[in-house]
């Protein structure tokens, strides 16, 4: 029998994944929505909270420092892509204006 291949999941949807569960989702619920096994989830929760939480889950343990620098890394990638959305917004509607 073939083995499938193992699906690899990113640290920004991991910690998308807890943030459902932190913001009142049950973990079945956020895990449906999500499309993986719950006990997934509750993995990715655990090592979260033991700092352990890596992106292919065969990691060193992430420092609170090296937590904080990806989530802030990811902000900054999401505000420069507002950031530029609203840019080209604003150049569309002034040309259309005149």
Known sequence: MERLPRKIYTYEFK??????????????????SLGIVEQ????????HKGG?????????????????IR???AEVARLKMERDILGKA????????R
């Open 15 to 32: 910690l998308e994944a807890i943030r459902l569960v932190e913001s009142g989702q049950s973990i079945a619920e956020a895990a449906r």
């Open 40 to 47: 997934t989830l509750w993995n990715w929760m655990q090592a």
């Open 52 to 68: 352990k939480l890596t992106a292919n889950g065969r990691g060193s343990r992430l420092t609170a420092e090296q937590i904080e």
């Open 71 to 73: 989530q802030l890394r």
């Open 90 to 97: 604003m150049a569309y509607f002034s040309r259309s204006q």
